[in-house]
């Protein structure tokens, strides 16, 4: 593995050009969760106190290469000022001679942070012209963005073809162990819990852990794909109707595997994502033509429950249901419940399925939440991440 890490470089009044991941939710410009600003914290400390030269860079949000001013990085840098109790400057642009002139005052124990990267279309597509723009202001390159290392981006990839020294931080170097070494070998029961909305994000997990689990709980939209695959009805909720096939297949592979391959028995039904007060819970045979599956229903949660008790590693990504609605978090909240009661190892990745976490406050009492969505599913899987290559991972 050639991978290097922030501790094994010398990066004494060094320019450390780092992309991080402060991709996090806003509402009227206020940071509803700051667990991706505080998982950078230290690596931000480390350099800081070996006195490099920091300049910190990060997508928010999708302005597609446009200035969005409401996905300014500028509510982060103040929260950055607030953990870290230090001067953060903000940049009004990323690359540029202004931008440089900044890097260029910086100060050994200093910080800058760059505006939103994709306010420039040259991130995404991963631009050599903006990649060279960036590798201008840095002497070494550092990612700690394990949720973005999936992506072939200029920040992730095509910057490193520019700078000599590349490096990962504190964050990758715990990601990549726990996600390779609890699962080489993982304590047995083995579980893994897919929820969200399509069968086709989790395709590459449920057929590269198959042979590796005990146990698969399918919950959420991608439960009703499972559910018409077998000739069940579902009312008028979404499903894939081109991976129906495909369910089916995944069924018997589970079976020929001696997994054990547990689909809700019950729902919660509404007309609408937004209503206060559901239609009812409903059997998975008897499901309301007119009503749409928001959320597993009780009965579901206490089979989960149970096939989770005696469980010893767990795998999650993907919430049951619509949690955001109150209305349909019951399903969601307590099989969060029941994964943190567990005595085992509990892994937890994706975007929403670590909001829910923190929506219960269960974060502490989880062994490990990812920082990642597709990258978390696609390392998991086996694939070769952009991101991680581009840091010789793979070597």
Sequence with gaps: MGIKFIDQVDIKNKKVLARFDFNVPLKNGKILDDSRIRAAIPTIRHILEHKGKLIACSHLGKPKGKVVKELSLSPVAKRLEELLEINVDMAKDCIGEEVQSLVDGLNPGEMLLLENLRFHEGETKNSPEFSKELAKLGEIYLNDAFGVVHRSHASVVGVTEYIDIVCAGFLIKKEIEYLSNYLKDPARPFVLIAGGAKVSTKLGILNSLMHKVDRVLIGGAMANTFRISQGYPIGKSIYEKN???????????ARENNVGFYLPVDYILGKDIEQEVPMGVYPYQN???EGKI?????A???LFSEVLRDAKTIVWNGPMGAFENPTFSQGSFGIAQSVAAIDGTTIVGGGDTDNLIHGCKLQDKI???????GSFLEFLEGKKLPGLQALGFYD
């Design 294 to 298: 928001f959320d597993i229903g009780p």
């Design 300 to 302: 579901t949660h206490t």
């Design 367 to 373: 062994t490990f939440i990812s920082t990642g969505g």
């Design 287 to 289: 499901v309301d033509p």
């Design 243 to 253: 991976l129906i096939e495909e369910a089916r297949e995944i069924i018997a592979k």
